[in-house]
């Protein structure tokens, strides 16, 4: 990341690059980050920072069991550039050694969400109750109830004491590794990866919830959830499927070096091929990579391949072409990545660009082929490591079709 290249604008008003100045230092350490985001509300996470044997600065940013490595760190005088890793979103601001203000970037939306960061707070909410409800346990929820909007989702949560670990899983995928507390019958969680900053806040009883979510300064919407140990969301594999009049999935779209890649390919004939709807932008997209990764890395089967098509946010060709080199450096992505489409991940118009589908409900979305180039399953969504139990059944039933489709 070269800060002098024009990508960071905010930062060139805060300082000049070559103007560098004196160097201030951080304290190394833990800090507590807060986001500014609607209804007074503020939306922490933690973060960690030291310094390597090089002398530069490291960082992790904590959500729960997750700890997201971030070593793309400028520091130019007192001021400060935190890209996240794979995700385009960055913090930029003007720092003491105990405090960091400045404004979270998401440059292809046009999203800026103010923050302040304090040295030394490890406590993510502050609470002033001891917790008077214990939300242990499956929960029935729904978001934008009543509405056209309206969609389901499945809490899972463990508390301990005041402290409260879990996720929301919906149709589409889940709501990450979401850390908080119960403040009397106040449920307060949140989540932070660099791509999304997600806030739950709730009235809870012993059997109910009514609350509010919030996504970044931009999105919020109301949700409500009842305890229900025998619910389960529709099945992800019946949601998404070929239109009557198409036979197979067809495509033709460009690599990051310009080259055409098709299915009709030489290279994915009599193969098992599994086809990734996927976005750089997207966390559980991120989450369906790395697996895939580590998948082909342990299960290395010249009848097996992979492509990923990227729908795009960032405005221009050339910038989705970088965001999905970056993923593919920081990853180790050996299968071809395709640019789809840039400029918007709106499904409705990545449906254009596959009229074979019913319809793109979710990013990712994982489509099975055998041999025959005939669709054998669509997976809509996916259950990343937050969901515990279901991603260890995803890896069981996905290992499960890709051997028998090998061995057929």
């Known amino acids: 990341m070269r800060l002098c290249s024009g990508i960071l604008a905010i930062f060139m008003l805060l300082v000049s690059c070559n103007e560098k100045g004196q160097e201030h230092n951080l304290a190394e350490g833990i800090w507590r980050v807060e986001l500014k985001v609607m209804d007074s509300q503020v939306l922490p996470f933690n973060l960690n920072v030291s310094k390597n044997v090089a002398g530069k600065y490291t960082m992790q940013i904590i959500n729960a069991a997750e700890t997201i490595e971030v070593d793309e760190i400028e520091i130019i005088g007192d001021s400060i550039v935190i890209q996240t890793p794979v995700f385009e979103g960055y913090l930029v ?14 440059e292809s939306l046009d999203r800026i969400v103010p923050f302040k960061a304090v040295y030394g707070v490890e406590e993510r909410f502050t609470t002033n109750n001891p917790s008077a409800k214990n939300i242990s346990g499956l929960w029935e929820a729904y978001f934008s109830p009543d509405t056209d909007d309206a969609y389901i989702g499945k809490g899972i949560f463990l508390q301990d004491d005041n402290q409260v670990t879990g996720t929301f899983r919906t149709t589409t995928g889940d709501y990450r590794y979401l850390e908080g507390v119960m403040d009397g019958d106040s449920l307060k969680l949140s ?6 900053a997600f806030l739950f ?18 999105f919020k919407e109301p949700f409500t959830a009842s305890r229900n140990d025998g619910f ?6 019946s949601l998404t499927y070929i239109n009557e009049g198409y036979e197979k999935l067809a495509f033709a779209f460009p690599d990051t070096d310009g080259n055409l890649i098709s299915l009709e390919d030489e290279v994915f004939r009599n193969k098992v091929v599994i086809v990734q709807l996927m976005g750089t932008w997207c966390p559980n997209c991120l989450d369906e990579t790395k697996f895939l990764v580590d998948y082909l890395k342990e299960n290395d089967n010249k009848d097996l391949k992979v ?18 080199e970056r993923l593919k450096e ?13 400029g918007t991940y709106d499904k409705s118009e990545a449906q254009k660009k596959l009229p074979m589908l019913n319809h793109v409900l979710s990013y990712p979305t994982t489509i099975f082929m055998d041999k025959k ?19 260890i059944e995803f890896k069981r039933d996905f290992d499960q079709l890709v051997t028998e489709l090998i061995n057929e």
């Open 191 to 196: 989540a932070f990866d660099g791509a999304h």
């Open 232 to 237: 389960e969301l529709p099945n992800p594999d």
């Open 201 to 218: 806040t709730a009235k809870v009883t012993d059997s109910s919830m009514n609350g509010v979510f919030y996504s970044g300064n931009h």
């Open 330 to 342: 920081r990853i180790g992505i050996s299968y071809p990545m395709l640019l789809a489409q840039f």
């Open 93 to 106: 601001g003007k720092f003491s050694e105990r405090e960091i203000t400045g404004q979270f970037v998401k």
């Open 307 to 324: 492509i990923g098509l990227a729908f795009e946010s960032a405005k221009t060709k050339e910038k989705s072409i970088k965001g999905m």
């Open 373 to 391: 180039g005939e669709v054998r399953k669509i997976h809509t969504g996916f259950n990343g490591p937050a969901t515990g139990n279901k991603f």
